[in-house]
């Protein structure tokens, strides 16, 4: 079974089920300030886990890629990967467990053979935020699977995605991979021999700001099933490197190395697809947000290739297997491809005067501290190997970690803000996973959106509607509809317009109604078709009022200076805006 077999299986298992299929989202969260990237199927399905209607129906399947950086350290194992596929299914308010288990047994043993016998699971346990799954558990008991550990709240519990939103209970299905091995092992004392397969989400709470798990209107059902993983299980390998979407690129690197250390080959194929795929969503390599995920990935991967002896440039032509390999499912990969090799290569090249010097730099001041008996390398020392010769701090980690010596991360952290005010938000601990991060500058630039939206309205007339919002810590970007491109004297006006709002520091507020109010209220109605009965709308003073989940700033006057930095034509009748405050 190869990964379109498995992809084409799974889609047709569950659309024989009544699912619409709905195609992958973007890597890039749209509309979503809070996170960096997708992370999993239900990632860009929140509004409707919410409540929201989705417009291809209550049940829905996919293939979802996904990126996950939380775990990078983990790269080079048998199961972590940065970059990975997620079949997915959901029910939105529609069925509930037993369909869902049900049909999660049906489709791994019979629709791919899993052994029943090699099949276990795990339920919540219960606390005083919920009950104890007694429900899943009898499913499982009635399928025939009596292998159950009941786990609490930090194994059995999935989401929110960000600080708040959509979570609930789980039950997780595992494959034990070496069933000679003792008689008594569970996912819980031996993780590395039973993998978790399949993660069905029960998606019944709402996690609050205040920390409450609050029911949610309706009962979701969120499932996602790891497409290289399963690979692995199913092509009999012990890893996903060596399945089809993995092998050919961990094959290329074999031939350009005599001695290969498998896990360095692992950390450059994992890191090269990685990057090949956020790439491809036409971001460039750059200091903070996504830029900065995909320089240190190609960084960390140019680094793994010099230490096993790997000359010269070598990251496009590996991109150029990562493209064959995936293109078939992913279209944009090819689409993009003169765009990915060409960031690669001047990547490398950036990277590669550096690495040599940077290394003996880093040598010296590991002399130096041992000299001074001291086992912690210093911050500032951090900073310089990042600000001079581009040593992402993690690199610099992993390195001092080789020589067994512990890291000042928060003398960094000073270093970095004190000499980088700008950038300050992209340095360490970034790859810790960006889904909690709620930055000032998303935020603000959040609200200057709405400005901004409003602004154009009442510049260009009442046919602006947003088609796409995209916010990092350094700019906004918004698509609209309108089909001229914006003359001076327009973009002035709808600047000043912004800008006015700015000056009167107004108030932001918001207030939840229904559907209905809304639109009498004068809000704006983002994708209305989409919202169910009860929204949140935004205030801004008397100027703008919109449907929109948040976060904004408190008052208007926290904005700074805005100002427009390009128009241009994205699709027909769709204009794009990129904006800062300055
Ligand atoms: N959201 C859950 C996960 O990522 C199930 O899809 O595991």
Not at 53 to 60: E, S, T, V
Not at 221 to 236: E, S, Y
Not at 374 to 385: H, R
Not at 549 to 573: M, N, W
Request: proline content about 5%; overall charge negative.
């Amino acid at each position: 079974m190869n990964a379109n077999t498995l992809r084409q299986r799974f889609l047709t298992f569950f659309q024989q089920r009544s699912h619409a299929l709905i195609g992958t989202a973007s890597l890039i969260p749209e509309n979503d300030p809070s996170v960096l990237f997708t992370t999993a199927g239900m990632h860009p399905l929140v509004p409707y886990l919410l409540g929201e209607a989705h417009p291809a129906g209550r049940r829905l399947a996919n293939v979802q890629k996904c990126i996950r950086t939380g775990d990078i350290m983990e790269v080079g194992d048998d199961t972590h990967l940065t970059f990975f596929e997620m079949l997915g299914n959901w029910s939105l308010g529609d069925y509930g467990k037993p369909e869902s288990i049900r049909w999660s047994y049906e489709f791994l043993t019979e629709q791919l053979g899993l052994d029943p016998a090699r099949i276990s699971v795990t339920c919540f346990a219960g606390d005083a935020d919920a009950p104890r799954d007694d429900e899943s558990a009898d499913i499982w008991l009635s399928l025939g699977i009596p292998r159950i550990t009941f786990l609490p709240k930090k194994d059995n519990w999935w989401g929110p995605a960000g600080a708040t939103g959509p979570c609930g209970p789980d039950t997780e299905i595992f494959y034990d991979t070496d069933p000679s091995g003792p008689i008594g092992e569970t996912m819980v004392t031996n993780p590395q021999r039973f993998w978790e397969v399949w993660n069905n989400v029960f998606m019944q709470y709402e996690k609050c700001d205040d920390g409450r798990y609050i029911p949610l209107g309706q009962a979701n059902v969120d499932t996602g099933l790891g497409l290289d993983r399963m690979l692995a299980v199913l092509q009999g390998v012990p890893s996903p490197y060596e399945t089809d979407v993995l092998l050919p690129i961990m094959e290329h690197l074999r031939r350009l190395v005599r001695q290969p250390d498998t896990f360095a080959l692992r950390v450059i194929a994992d890191h090269t697809r990685a990057a090949v795929f956020i790439l491809a969503e036409g971001i460039q390599p750059g200091n903070v947000d996504q830029p900065y995920i995909v320089r240190r990935l190609i960084r960390r991967a140019v680094r793994y290739g010099r230490e096993i002896g790997i000359e010269g440039h070598f990251l496009a032509d590996l991109a150029e297997t990562v493209i064959a390999t995936l293109s078939d499912p992913y279209t944009e990969l090819r689409q993009q491809r003169d765009h990915i090799l060409l960031s690669l290569d001047r990547e490398e090249t950036k990277f590669q005067g550096t690495l040599v010097r940077g290394r003996h730099e880093f040598s010296r001041s590991v002399d130096q501290c041992r000299a001074r008996g001291k086992s912690i390398l210093p911050g500032d020392v951090m900073f310089k190997l990042y600000d001079t010769y581009g040593f992402p701090v993690e690199l610099t980690q992993e390195l001092a970690q080789q020589q067994g010596l512990e890291i000042d991360l928060s003398g960094y952290e000073q270093a970095f803000s004190a000499h980088q005010e700008r950038s300050r938000q992209g340095a360490a601990g970034r790859f810790r996973g960006g889904l909690t991060e709620r930055r000032p500058e998303t935020i603000q630039l959040h609200t200057a959106t709405h400005l901004l939206h409003e602004a154009l309205r009442r510049v260009l007339g009442t046919h602006v509607e947003q088609r796409g919002s995209n916010i990092t810590v350094e700019r906004l970007r918004f698509d609209f509809s309108h089909t001229d491109k914006l003359t001076e004297e327009q973009i002035t006006a709808v600047e000043g317009l912004v800008n006015e709002q700015i000056q009167h520091n107004l108030p932001v507020s918001w207030q939840e109604m229904s559907l209905d109010e809304a639109k009498n209220s004068g809000a704006i109605g983002l994708f209305e078709d989409r919202y169910g009965e009860v929204v949140k709308v935004y205030t801004i003073g008397d100027f703008s009022r919109e449907i929109c989940g948040g976060p904004h700033v408190d008052r208007t006057g926290q904005l700074g200076h805005f100002q427009i930095v390009k128009d241009e034509a994205v699709g027909s009748g769709l204009r794009r805006i990129r904006a800062v405050l300055v």
